[in-house]
C-alpha cells in the first residue's frame, strides 16, 4: 500500500490509524470497479456583459436573462452561467446493453432551465437530463432513453459551448428544451436516421401531467446525412421534425413545434451554411388567439485556421401568440404580428486547451419601431459579450 505524505502524517500524530487506512482503500477500490465504466465530464460557463448606453437590454432569448422585475440582470458586468456536471455510461457494443445519464446544472441559468417540478426555480440548480438508455438487438440496434431527455428539434442546444454562437437564438427560445417520457432513436443506414417519442407534456415540467391520462406529446424527426459520393456534399444533413402536445395542466390549446433545419458545407475549406426554421402553432379555442410565430435563421461557420473560427448568424422573427413561454418568466415582452430583425457574430479563438473563448456582438431590432427593447424604451437591443468555458 502507498500512502501520500499526508495520510502518513496523521499515521504519526495517531489520528488514523494503518488498518483503518488499508479498509478505506479497499472499499474505494471496489466503489471505482462498480463505477469504471462511468465517465464524469462538464463544463464551467462563465461571460462578461457590455451594453452601450444607459439602457437596460431586454434579452428575452433563452438564458439572456430577462426578468419582468428586473431586467438587464447580465448587462455591465461579470457573470457565472452555469455548472454543468454530467455522469454517464453509455451503450456498449454487446446485444442487450445498458448505459444512463444523469446532467446537472448549478448556477443561475438553471433557474431558466423551466423544467423544475414545481414550476417555479430560485435554487441555482435543476436536472437538465436524467434518464436509463437500453439497446435493444434490433437491425442497427434501437436505442430507447426513458426519463428525462433533450428535446429532438433545433439547429442549437441547450449547452453553449456546443453552438456557434454565445447567446441563444429567437428559434431556440420558442422550442421546448427537455420531456419526460420514451424515446426511440434508430439509424436505418449512413444516410437516414430516425426518432420517435411520447412525452407527458410539450413543455419541460419534468414529471408534468394532462387532465386525462389519454393526452400525451408526440414527437418524431427524420436525418438525412450526404453520403461521400456526393463530393463536396459530404456530410451535409436535413432534419425534419414535429411535437405536438400541451403543456403541463393541459389549460392552454394543443401546440404543435414544427422544425427544419440544414447544414451544408461548401468546397472551401472550413466554411459551411445552416438554415432552420422554427414554426409554433396554437390550435383553435375559444378566448385564445392563434396567431403563429415563425423564426428564419441563417448560419456562416468559417473555421479560418486551427484555432481561429469567425461564426455568423440572422434572424427573422414575426411573433405570434406565446403565452408564458418564453424566458421572460411567463410575461412575453411581444405581441401578435411584432416583427424582430437579430445579428450575431462571434469570433472564436482557442488559445488555452479544452478552454471555449469567444467575443460576440449582437443586434436586435424592433422592425416596426414599437419600442419592445431596453425594457420598452427603445427599437434597438445591443450587447458586447465575452463568453470563456472551461470544458472538461
Partial sequence: MKCNQWTVALIGAGLVSLPAVMHAEEQVNQVLTALSATTLSGYVNTAAHWVPGTGKT?????YGGFTPDAPGQKDDGFNLNNIDLTLSKPLGEEPWSAGYKAELWFGPDANALANNSLGINSSDFNIKQAYVELGVPIGNTLDLKLGVWDTIIGYEVGNAGDNPNYT???????EPTQHTGLLANYKVCDVLSIAGGIANTWDSRINGRMPAESMKTYLGSITLTAPESLGALKGATLTVGAIDGRPTGGTSPDRTSIYVG??????????????????????????????????????VVYKATEKLALNFRGEYVHWGDLPGLSSAGGIDPFSPGDEVLGLTATVDYSLWKNVVSRLEYRWDHDLKDQKHFGAGTKDNDHLLALNVIYKF
Fill in 168 to 174: 441563444r437564438s429567437w428559434g431556440y427560445t420558442i
Fill in 58 to 62: 431586454t434579452a428575452a432569448y433563452s
Fill in 262 to 299: 440544414a447544414t451544408i458545407p461548401t468546397p472551401i475549406t472550413g466554411l459551411a451554411f445552416g438554415a432552420a426554421w422554427d414554426h409554433l402553432n396554437l390550435d383553435d379555442k375559444a378566448g385564445v388567439s392563434t396567431h403563429d410565430t415563425d423564426v428564419y435563421g441563417a448560419y
